[in-house]
């Protein structure tokens, strides 16, 4: 199947055939009709199995027969948790829109307010925001959302998991009843399922990898390793096997600088990426990572989110995350549009617990290796992980919902034109953190006091899977 038999104009064909793509990914194909049919959209899909493209191409279609029906006004909300995210989605409409008579623009936290509120003022069509951000420019009456088509809730579990519920509510409640409404997520848990059922009328379903499962292109493994170990496994395995372009993710921002501090004594070349880091520093690490100008990028959770490089070979988990969502998130960055990836995880006896969670959330028994030099003491024993650490009260990097609006909180930050890369809607006191990358080469809405009409199941569009049992989330500090 090629992108001109899914039904979309001769225009984005062209725009996504010159970035060298040609046939959908399974998610691509059938989001795209479901999409131009004009209905409401609940789709599961792995992260890295090309789900923006699967409601941006349909999107672009749908938006590029009309015009904007009054000055500042928005045809197209998409509400993504982390600006890395944001500006990644807002890179893709642009590069898809190319042959298009369609604008675009990105806004998120941590940057200078003003420039933003420019961009706004010249009006566009597609709008891709973080909540929190968003809200702020609405209060200000910066943004009209009053004639909104389209609304989509990517990564909409993330949100959730960041506590941007509420804000999303709020949005919801600028936004006139009648849109289409698209909510993607990597994993449907009872609170997705919730606000799937507050949000969308009539849904089609589609869901094209097994519910909390792993990229199965991803190569898996553990390192057993005694914990004050864990960084010279680490050495050892990026210079023996000569790894680069790795992607390490640490449990808090201290443990990040600390590693980092420790591979550049070892003379590897590495930086991180944290709530803590500005705007102007993740950015630069971002890119001279994507790049290859930087060996390693270390990053904590949140600010991972959005990194979206072809073939990013090695993904380690230096510490293993206190949720198991995440462990999918993280492997996931690794193994994109087709190709083959690894992941490894060094596991020390304090995290054996966490290992047991990642395996039965993801219905799978990971590998064990130890390398020889660094066997595991036996008689080690386990200590407490602080679970609820700081780093994860601080997720959301979103304004405590408690807060009101405060102009001059939103403009904190180095000034940074609507196209700036960046990572989660942050702000005090709690900040946090290619185009087209998500097309695979091979095949491979309103809040409910809105809502007036009946509801019913969703129609599905391709085999479900098992139900899997939810996994309790645990919202960060606003």
């Known amino acids: 199947m090629s992108f ?9 064909v062209r725009a996504v055939t010159e970035n060298g793509y040609t046939q959908p990914t399974p998610i691509q194909a059938q989001a795209i009709p479901a999409v131009l049919k004009g209905s409401d959209l609940m789709a599961g899909a792995q992260t890295g199995t090309g789900k923006t493209a699967g409601f941006t191409l349909p999107m672009l279609q749908r938006l590029s027969g009309g015009a904007r029906p009054a000055p500042r006004s928005v045809r197209a909300l998409v509400l993504t948790p982390t600006r890395e995210l944001a500006a990644q989605v807002e890179e893709s409409v642009r590069t898809y829109a190319k042959y298009l008579k369609l604008s675009s623009a990105v806004i998120f936290g941590g940057v200078n307010i003003n420039p933003q509120i420019q ?72 609170e997705i399922k919730a606000l799937a059922d507050d949000l969308l009328n009539h849904p089609a379903m589609i869901e094209v990898a097994r519910r909390n499962s792993t990229v199965e292109v991803i190569s898996q493994k553990i390192h057993p390793v005694d914990r004050d170990k864990k960084h010279l496994l680490l050495t050892h395995l990026i210079k023996e096997r000569h790894w680069f372009q790795v992607l390490i993710f640490t449990r808090t921002k201290h443990g990040a600088n600390k590693l980092v501090e420790q591979l550049g004594k070892a003379g590897i070349s590495a930086m991180a990426i944290h709530g803590n880091k500005s705007q102007a520093a993740r950015t630069r690490a971002l890119a001279e990572f994507k790049s290859a100008a930087l060996q390693v990028l270390v990053a904590t959770d949140i600010a991972a989110r959005g990194i979206d490089i072809d073939q990013l070979p090695h993904v380690v988990n230096y510490d293993l995350p206190n949720v198991p969502e995440d462990y999918v998130h993280r492997i996931g960055r690794t193994g ?46 386990p200590q ?31 000034p940074a034109s609507h196209r700036s890369p960046g990572g989660a809607d942050q702000r005090k006191p709690t900040g946090k953190t290619g185009p087209g990358k998500e097309i695979a080469r091979t095949p491979g809405a309103g809040s409910s006091s809105q809502k007036t009409q009946p509801r019913r199941a969703p129609a599905l569009l391709s085999q479900p899977a098992a139900n899997a049992n939810s996994h309790k989330r645990r919202s960060g500090q606003r």
Do not use: W, Y
């Open 4 to 12: 001109a038999e899914l039904g979309l104009s001769e225009a984005i």
């Open 384 to 414: 407490p992980i602080q679970l609820r650490s700081q780093d994860h009260r601080q997720r959301s990097g979103g304004r405590p919902s408690q807060r009101p609006h405060s102009p001059a909180r939103t403009q904190q930050g180095q």
């Open 119 to 190: 961009r706004l003022e010249r009006g566009v069509d597609i709008l891709v925001a973080t909540p929190g951000r968003l809200l702020d420019l609405l209060q200000q009456g910066a943004v009209n959302l009053k004639h909104v088509e389209i609304l989509v809730l990517d990564e909409a579990d993330r949100m959730l998991d960041m506590g941007f519920i509420r804000d999303i509510r709020r949005v919801l409640a600028a936004l006139p009843p009648a849109r289409q409404n698209l909510l993607f997520s990597a994993t449907f848990s009872d």
């Open 336 to 381: 994109r549009a087709g190709a083959t990836g690894e992941a490894v995880s060094l596991v020390c006896v304090d995290e054996n617990g966490l290992l047991r969670d990642i395996e039965r959330f993801t219905r799978r028994e990971i590998p064990r290796e130890v390398i020889e030099g660094f066997e595991p003491d036996p008689s080690a024993k």
